[in-house]
């Protein structure tokens, strides 16, 4: 059955515009009557059936709502140190894929780009409709956000008030499978950029009660390491069954 997001959902009715109108009267050629399925970008999905297919607009009857099956049990905020080039938007779509609740890119002292927060600010729009092509994609529930720049300090202070904090060093010794032990419904994780963490980060990071872990014996690229703990992650949390 078509899937759609849409954020104009308003008691028994959902008005669709867009693309996503075009796509449905144009290449799906759907016809009042046919059912579809809607999404709030929040976690809850809605059964429909059209009820007016209009020039720029899809009038949509919501019949039944439930919380979306595809969003995991566990929300898991990224935290990732900037990279350089199109790296982030790469992480960005695949961690959309495996998941993640939210990202937010981060400067560290060894991040290689360093833009200014302005800069960053600009480029959110397109990071954005990276992380809901994504979901689409994938049939997420939601759209995760982007959130804006910040640095090291902000991050970790972030992370420390949660539920349950990780932050990921090629140094640590600890695996991450003891870091998931016991209930928790909440998870942030940090990430680093091409360079990792100096050594007084992953300090500050402890003295705030943050978990410092491995993903194992190998070095990842830093776009590959969010992705690895994501996915263990999911698996380790029951979100891979």
Known sequence: MPR???ETIQGEQAVIGGEDARHIAKSLRMKEGDPLTLN???GTDYQGRILRLE??????EILSRSPSAQEPSVRVRLYQALPKGDKFEWIIQK????????????MTRRCVSRPDPASMEKKRARYQRVALEAAKQSMRGKVPQIGPLVDFSQAIREMAAGERAILFYEEATQ?????LSG?????????????GFDREEVEQAREL????ATLGK?????ETAPLAALAAIMYATGNLD
């Open 95 to 106: 961690a959309v894929e495996l998941g993640v609740d939210e990202i937010i890119p981060v």
């Open 175 to 179: 695996p991450l499978e003891e870091q």
């Open 4 to 6: 759609f997001f849409c």
């Open 209 to 212: 009660g943050i978990g410092v």
């Open 55 to 60: 020039r720029d607009q899809v009038v949509v």
């Open 40 to 42: 709030d970008c929040q």
């Open 183 to 195: 209930q928790f419904s909440h998870l942030s994780i940090l990430v680093g950029s091409e360079g």
């Open 218 to 222: 190998r070095i990842l690229r830093c």
